[in-house]
């Protein structure tokens, strides 16, 4: 079992940055794919970036593609969520998860653990 603890969500004016952390439990972590995915009022969940086992290959989605760094050191159990040039459509709750598949997907189906969220708003 992997619990996630997300933190680091805030509320920014559009331009700035925010790095979201999520600490995992248990000594599996390095073994796990994990990614961060994010939900906005009225819309469905996105995927926004994932990292394999090791973090040496990334997925990055489309919207947030040069603007959004996700990098995980396996020795802390931790994965970030680094977040420049923020807009106001970036305004959602963001959810780390943890593939037991050690290859980054973008499918949300093969994440196994999820937690809590951490809401992020961009002010214009």
């Known amino acids: 079992q992997v619990q996630l603890v997300e933190s680091g969500g805030g509320l920014v004016q559009a331009g700035g940055s925010l790095r979201l952390s999520c600490a995992a439990s248990g000594r599996t972590f390095s073994t796990y794919a994990m990614g961060w995915f994010r939900q906005a009022p009225g819309k469905e969940r996105e995927f926004v970036a994932g990292?394999?086992?090791?973090?040496?290959?990334?997925a990055i989605a489309e919207s947030v593609k040069g603007r959004f760094t996700i990098s995980r050191v396996n020795a802390k159990n931790t994965m970030y969520l680094q977040m420049n040039s923020l807009k106001p459509e970036d305004t959602a709750i963001y959810y780390c998860?943890?593939?037991?598949?050690?290859?980054?997907?973008?499918?949300?189906?093969?994440?196994?653990?999820w937690g809590q969220g951490t809401q992020v708003t961009v002010s214009s």
């Open positions: 990292i394999n086992w090791s973090g040496g290959t990334t």
């Open positions: 998860a943890a593939s037991r598949r050690s290859g980054v997907t973008a499918v949300m189906d093969r994440y196994d653990y």
